[in-house]
């Protein structure tokens, strides 16, 4: 369990969502820290300068006579926590006042004035939680004041901040770091499932496993929707392959048995010349129907398959329809079938003529094959808004409602069919045909009866 963890997805997607967040709130905090530091800086440097500019005006405007008044008789609650000294022009002291708290031999010993100061605003520390802040201003008549405080030390005074952040910061990063590992081991399951299907099939060859179903409409859901649509099609497809595998072994036994037998016929020395040319004639005869046969098989497999190369041009669909007619004209007067063609106007569309009169051979084919002798057959085409449509009708025994989406399967033979002659591929090829024109064929009875086969092809 530890080992695919830690292979997972999961943990991949955690790991660095944690370090993002623990940057993240690195940062805040020490943006926070700068800022706060930073204020607390700002307001005892404020309160101090705000003396200095006090004390320096009374002084230029009173000398240091005022000054000294001003320090002895101010009542203010602060007014004994600044340490103020007059330094004259020739560095010595003019005079010191300091707080109680500050110690003599430490106020004797500030580095000031032998210490320069570069800035208006210096801090040094005292001890380890406080610091001198000691502000100077220049005056008028050369000499130098300088007004100090005691501050808490910035970094005394922020480090409980800091230590909270350390603690809060590590339990933060292991909750989150737990909580996205949670998050995205859920988010994973359904990666997880495809992964366990994909690998039954693989192993077991189970072909009917799937994905379980989701109602979510995220991508994964979506995805794992998706291979289930392809599984199930694969399925139908390797369905349909075992089938057809099945009925070509069928109808394959019996002309190659035929051919067989014809061949030792003609190998034996019967002296006929004649009997060996026709059993010839027939060896060729049935090479024919094979090769027909896997030439059809190969047309409809592509045609499925999306690989059937159409070299589409505009044709008049009534073109077909007559040539389809005058191809079997003799097998219809030779059966006595009166075959109608209604063609009211021109059907002018963008197809394969090749192809889709293919379509048209072998729907008039079929019509002519179960049309009892004396009966009818009409084809009929129409331009309609968006398509058109070829039907062909007869008024024969029609097709049981069982059967009609099977007889457009390769190789079925209906009850009806069995004793006629054919290799059940002719309506497989109209399917496959039509539906590599983008359009779709049915097959319903029609107002007299009969089969009713109705090619709908839409707008390319």
Known sequence: MFDRLRQSLAL???????????????????????????????????????????????????????????????????????????????????????????????????????????????????????????????LTDGRVLQVGRLTESRSALLAPLRRAFVVVGAGALVLSAGIGLLLAWRATHPLRQLADTVRRILETGELEARVPPSERRDEIATLARQLNTLLDKNAAHVRVLRETLDNIAHDLRTPLTRLRGTAELALHDTGDPAEVRGALADCVNESDRLLHLLETLLDVSAAEAGALKLNRDRVDLRTLVDRA???????????????????????????????????????????????????????????????????????????????????????????????????????????????????TVSVSSGPGGGARFLVRLPAP
């Open 325 to 439: 007619v005058d191809l079997y004209r003799e097998v219809a007067e030779e059966r006595r079938i009166q075959v109608i063609v209604d063609q009211p106007g021109p059907v002018e569309w963008e197809a394969d003529s090749i192809r889709l009169g293919q379509a048209v051979n072998n729907l008039l084919d079929n019509a002519l094959k179960y049309t009892p002798a004396g009966g009818r057959v009409t084809i009929a085409t129409r331009l309609e808004t968006g398509a058109a449509t070829i039907v062909v009708s007869d008024n024969g025994p029609g097709v049981p409602e069982h059967e009609r989406d099977a007889i457009f399967r390769r190789l079925y033979r209906g009850d009806a069919s069995r004793s006629q002659r054919g290799l059940g591929l002719g309506l497989s090829l109209v399917k496959a045909m039509v539906e590599s024109h983008g359009g």
């Open 12 to 138: 991949r997607l955690a790991v660095p969502y944690a370090l993002v967040f623990a940057l993240g709130a690195a940062a805040l905090f020490g943006e926070l820290y700068y800022l706060l530091g930073n204020a607390l800086e700002q307001r005892d440097q404020a309160a101090i300068e705000r003396r200095a500019e006090a004390l320096a005006n009374g002084y230029e405007f009173g000398g240091p006579a005022l000054l000294r008044a001003r320090l002895e008789n101010d009542t203010s609650p602060d007014a004994h926590s600044f340490f103020v000294r007059l330094i004259n022009p020739d560095g010595t002291a003019g005079f010191l006042v300091y707080p109680q708290d500050w110690i003599e031999t430490e106020v004797r010993q500030l580095p000031i004035p032998g210490y320069a100061m570069k800035r208006e605003v210096v801090r040094f520390p005292q001890n380890d939680i406080r610091d001198y802040t000691i502000a100077q201003l220049g």
